[in-house]
């Protein structure tokens, strides 16, 4: 489309008094929205915690896709001499014209060995590297075509088999807070009862609460939005930890082909919102805020990052020019 095209298309008609008074600013939202789909979308999601504890399976079921088919399983051996390592896979995927380039960033090896002391270091290294790389580019010449890796959501999976946090997941968590927005999960859901899942939940939120980890905090729901929205708002608030279930395989349930796992006793739907928290999950990563996990990223976790950098570089400039100043004096002294 030309320029001129493209103007003649927003042009308001002259015969059409209502828009007579009209500008042509409220077609911004669609300028913004044209550009955007455009250029596409990233989504940066890390998975941690145990190996076996789901964490490939519940990524397969979210974004539809077999992003773990070349994974190698280890032995028991070989896991615990293991020390934590980082993998990323990316994939392009694309609804309605919409392309999403999604990141997986996994950390095997996570809390399996015997001694799980700092386990949480190179997961650290890892994010504090994407904010160092983001850094540079930012303030390097070619600024345009930033590629933007920094982590924008950390799900971490806790078991459902213990009595609420156990002290790894306290330091993992506290070790990760101020530097990516993590979303708890309780693993494997389908192995409690309702009233167990409950309690779980409400144990896990006594013991953030009492430890004072800083999850990601759903924003709060504007005074003006609908009823249902703010429905919606509430129930996912009031859902956290999300319990939620996997599954690589699709099965027959009340006549219809659904992902599911399926037992002698009966089939457990990831889909069906009365058998876990699976579509509470999926709509928030995906549908209402993985723009505000972008957001807090960029202005909360990468600012304090920056700001910390920024600091560190003026004491060190500050410092050189001391040095010099005295070295100057030094010479004019030698000189006298
Ligand atoms: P990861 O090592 O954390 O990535 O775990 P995997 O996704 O490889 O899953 C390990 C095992 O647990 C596999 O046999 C899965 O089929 C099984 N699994 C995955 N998700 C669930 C779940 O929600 N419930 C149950 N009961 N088993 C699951």
């Known amino acids: 489309m030309t320029t001129s095209s493209?103007?003649?298309?927003?042009?308001?008609?002259?015969?059409?008094?209502?828009?007579?008074?009209?500008?042509?600013?409220?077609?911004?939202?669609n300028?913004?929205?044209?550009?955007?789909?455009?250029?596409?979308?990233?989504?940066?999601?890390?998975?941690?915690?145990?190996?076996?504890?789901?964490?490939?399976?519940?990524?397969?079921?979210?974004?539809?896709?077999?992003?773990?088919?070349?994974?190698?399983?280890?032995?028991?051996?070989?896991?615990?001499?293991?020390?934590?390592?980082?993998?990323k896979h990316t994939v392009d995927i694309e609804e309605k014209g919409v392309k999403l380039k999604l990141t997986i960033v996994d950390t095997p090896g996570f809390g399996d060995a015997v001694n799980n002391t700092e386990c949480w270091q190179p997961v650290t290294d890892y994010i504090n590297l994407q904010f160092e790389q983001y850094f540079r580019d930012e303030s390097g010449l070619n600024r345009k075509n930033i590629q933007d890796n920094r982590v924008h959501c950390c799900l971490y999976f806790i078991p459902p088999f213990g009595h609420g946090l156990r002290p790894v997941d306290i330091e993992f968590m506290k070790a990760l807070q101020d530097k990516v927005n993590v979303v708890p999960l309780i693993a494997k859901a389908d192995c409690l009862t309702p009233l167990e899942i409950k309690k779980l939940k409400e144990r896990l939120r006594e013991e953030i609460d009492k430890y004072g980890i800083k999850i990601y905090q759903f924003p709060d729901c504007d005074s003006d939005e609908d009823e249902e929205f703010k429905q919606q708002d509430r129930e996912l608030k009031e859902s956290t930890p999300f319990a939620v279930i996997g599954s690589n395989t699709v099965v027959e349930a009340r006549g219809q082909r659904v992902r599911g796992r399926l037992y002698p006793w009966g089939i457990v739907e990831v889909e069906n919102p009365s058998h876990c928290d699976f579509v509470k999950l999926r709509t928030m990563l995906i549908r209402t805020h993985m723009h505000d996990l972008k957001d807090i990223t960029s202005d909360c976790h990468y600012e304090n990052f920056r700001a910390l950098c920024i600091q560190t570089m003026t004491r060190c400039l500050r410092r050189m020019q001391q040095m010099l100043q005295k070295m100057q004096q030094q010479m004019h002294e030698q000189d006298l």
């Open 31 to 87: 300028q913004v929205h044209r550009k955007s789909v455009k250029k596409g979308f990233d989504f940066t999601l890390m998975v941690a915690g145990e190996s076996g504890l789901g964490k490939s399976t519940l990524v397969n079921s979210l974004f539809l896709t077999d992003l773990h088919k070349d994974r190698k399983l280890l032995n028991a051996e070989e896991r615990i001499s293991q020390t934590v390592e980082i993998t």
């Open 6 to 29: 493209r103007y003649k298309s927003r042009t308001p008609r002259s015969d059409d008094a209502e828009e007579k008074d009209y500008v042509g600013f409220a077609t911004l939202p």
